[in-house]
């Protein structure tokens, strides 16, 4: 045996025929890391969505009871009654409706943070979600002293001429969207900025230098980058409006019903706990297809920048 001739060692020569095992140590820290989480939503959400459901296939009895059975005749109960199919048609306008006009208010202000390089950047998006600090009930209080008759805004028509007679905003659909609209506007904000990660400047300062009109940057550049965030932040916004309760309750004045409302009263109120785990379980699948209406969206959008990347190299 010459000098450069080296033997491996039983010890550092691997074994044939045996794979070696990588990564085991990170494996078991993210798995360790996984676990609370994985158990608080266990707790907090998967055992009271079994609950939820076990109670669903209940039937209500005289004063309150309980039958306890397996049974579909609860949801043939709420799925046969016209007033129950008007609360879930209205809850899904109110959820289309404050989407659109929140999209509407927040887009220019996201774009407008998510683009300037001012040094009031920081003060400017603490602004834009300062409302979030102030709870809903006390921001709700305020939208009722300003829609209500003898609100801000008659009262400056009325002292303009404007109006005749005040303006019923409140105590119903309108005052519920215009109260929401402002409520949700932070929680667009935030999910546009986070989703306009592909809004390059760049390509506007290219597309300007070719000759294109800001209208037409706005509409093929700028626009489709930020589909994704606007998609986030409808979806968001939308889940948001659905489950929401002290607004429509306070605004709507007992006239505005809604999923929310509606199962709030029949468990505290009437005490039949199977219609409102039934009303529990309709408002679940609404929210599970407005996620695949957004999933498929969302599919589209990537499958659409995909090809425009392909097409161009």
């Not at 004045?253 to 999923?259: I, K, P, Y």
């Not at 109120?269 to 785990?277: C, F, G, K, R």
């Amino acid at each position: 045996m010459t000098a450069d001739t080296v033997t491996p060692s039983p010890a550092t020569a691997p074994a044939r025929g045996r794979t070696p095992v990588r990564g085991r140590g990170p494996a078991r820290a993210a798995l360790a890391l996984l676990v609370p989480g994985l158990l608080a939503l266990l707790l907090t959400y998967a055992l009271p969505l079994v609950w939820v459901v076990r109670m669903s296939l209940n039937e209500s009895g005289e004063g309150g009871l309980i039958r306890q059975t397996v049974s579909l005749a609860t949801f043939g109960e709420v799925l046969g009654s016209s007033h129950y199919w008007n609360v879930i048609r209205q809850t899904v306008e109110l959820g289309v409706l404050v989407t659109f006009f929140t999209l509407i208010v927040s887009y220019p202000v996201a774009l407008f943070l998510a683009r300037t390089t001012s040094r009031w950047r920081s003060l400017l998006m603490a602004l834009a979600i300062a409302p979030l600090l102030i709870s809903s009930v006390a921001r709700t209080f305020g939208w009722m002293a300003i829609l209500g008759r003898q609100g801000v805004v008659n009262k400056t028509l009325d002292a303009l001429g404007l109006i005749d007679a005040p303006l019923h905003l409140a105590n119903n659909l309108t005052g519920v969207v215009i109260a929401s609209t402002e409520i949700y506007m932070p929680f667009a904000i935030l999910a546009m900025i986070s989703g306009f990660g592909r809004l390059d400047p760049a390509l506007e300062h290219a597309a300007a230098s070719l000759g294109a009109p800001r209208r037409t940057v706005f509409r093929r550049i700028v626009l489709p980058l930020t589909l994704p965030g606007v998609l986030t932040a409808g979806l968001l916004v939308f889940v948001l409006s659905l489950s929401g309760y002290v607004t429509p309750r306070l605004i709507g004045g007992g006239r505005v019903f809604v999923l929310a409302t509606e199962i709030y009263d029949e468990a505290i109120t009437s005490l039949d706990w199977p219609v409102a785990a039934v009303l529990s379980m309709l408002l679940l699948a609404v929210f599970g297809i407005v996620i695949a209406v957004y999933l498929w969206a969302q599919r589209a959008l990537e499958a659409r920048f995909t090809g425009a990347q392909e097409a161009r190299s």
